[in-house]
């Protein structure tokens, strides 16, 4: 059984930053992508930014190109989500999630993923 456990979370002034942690495990991932998610009280799920397991590829939704950055460490079988000059507008639940690369769907789009974690509550004061 495939498990994610996300970490890192917590309270930061505006212009801050956080890393944030999800360790996978009960599972092979070689063909699989890993996807950071977000969402604030009364909003949609949204994207925040994936990265494919075995080539390291990486992709991010427009508003947080150059603020974020997603690494992994195949080793620790670890996702990192490095978020730097963080606002008010980033306050949210980030879950990440993990899912196989079938070609139907993009790792922007949260059908892909097969496995979520619990989330970790990201807050930015003013």
């Known amino acids: 059984q495939v498990e994610l456990v996300e970490s890192g979370g917590g309270l930061v002034q505006a212009g801050g930053s956080l890393k944030l942690s999800c360790v996978a495990s009960g599972g092979s991932f070689s063909n699989y992508a890993m996807g950071w998610f977000r969402q604030a009280p009364g909003k949609e799920r949204e994207f925040v930014a994936s990265?494919?397991?075995?080539?390291?590829?990486?992709d991010y939704a427009d508003s947080m190109k150059g603020r974020f950055s997603i690494s992994r460490d195949n080793a620790k079988n670890t996702v990192y989500l490095q978020m730097n000059s963080l606002k008010p507008e980033d306050t949210a639940v980030y879950y990440c999630?993990?899912?196989?690369?079938?070609?139907?769907?993009?790792?922007?789009?949260?059908?892909?993923?097969?496995?979520w974690g619990q989330g970790t509550q990201v807050t930015v004061s003013s």
């Open positions: 990265i494919r397991w075995s080539t390291g590829s990486t």
């Open positions: 999630a993990t899912g196989w690369l079938s070609g139907v769907y993009t790792t922007r789009t949260p059908s892909m993923y097969n496995y």
